[in-house]
């Protein structure tokens, strides 16, 4: 069964410093997704790509973070500089399009701590 | 803004019980509503979705309804097993502009079911 693959699973940095995730997508799905989840709360809506364009980066810090999806297939989300209070989950997901009737499939997600 | 509340945030309950999870929205302009299923320090999976114009939706043991004019959904789990001990998570697609189509989350319900 296809999966969306995420990596680094979990990430350790000081603040300050500059982090990157990876998100490999479904294959064929044109939308991706990434979402921050803070502990004990649901996951926000941070950026969404329609092949290698952002079609919704309302919610992205702009400042400090950044998303690519060059060739519209795997994507990079990096921070810079990490600051305390991004410490959460990051997590990927795609569709095979935009539609609302389309399920939205997660990836394991990487898990930031920055001290 | 549509804000999602789940109740109760958690919920403990004797193996082969059944139960119902809370979900309301307030903005009954939706598209679709879609329940996942999150393990502790994992991905989401999805569960159920509920396209607009359905009233409910049946996987094995689980249902979900989904009522626009009030702003509720409901997830029932027939006969709780220790492994269904999961968060779960509403969340409602609404249109974000042009073609596109977002999900909003809840907070979750943490759900354990004791042998």
């Known amino acids: 069964e296809a999966e969306v693959a995420q990596s680094p699973r979990y990430k350790i940095t000081e603040k300050s410093q500059a982090v990157a995730f990876w998100c490999d997508p479904i294959?064929?799905?044109?939308?991706l997704y990434w979402y921050r989840q803070i502990l004990g709360q649901g996951p926000e809506l941070l950026v969404q790509?329609?092949?290698?364009?952002?079609?919704?980066d309302s919610q992205l810090p702009k400042d400090r973070f950044s998303a690519e999806r060059l060739k519209g297939v795997d994507s990079t989300l990096k921070i810079q500089p990490a600051e305390l209070g991004d410490s959460a989950m990051y997590l990927c997901?795609?569709?095979?399009?935009?539609?609302?009737?389309?399920?939205?499939?997660f990836g394991p997600g990487t898990r930031l701590t920055v001290t | 803004k549509q804000e999602v509340t789940q109740i109760p945030a958690a919920l403990s309950v004797p193996e082969g019980e059944n139960l119902v999870l809370n979900c309301s929205f307030t903005?009954?302009?939706?598209?679709?509503l879609q329940w996942f299923r999150q393990d502790p320090g994992k991905g989401l999976t999805s569960l159920l979705l509920i396209q607009s114009s359905q009233r409910e939706q049946t996987s094995g043991r689980l249902n979900a309804s989904l009522d626009k004019s009030s702003g509720r959904s409901t997830l029932y789990i027939a006969a709780s097993q220790p492994g269904d001990s999961a968060t779960y998570l509403c969340a409602v697609w609404i249109w974000s502009g042009g073609s596109n189509y977002k999900l909003t989350f809840g907070k979750g319900t943490l759900l354990t079911v004791n042998p």
């Open positions: 790509f329609q092949d290698e364009s952002v079609v919704d």
């Open positions: 903005d009954s302009a939706i598209y679709n």
């Open positions: 294959s064929g799905h044109a939308t």
């Open positions: 997901a795609s569709s095979p399009g935009q539609a609302s009737s389309y399920e939205q499939y």
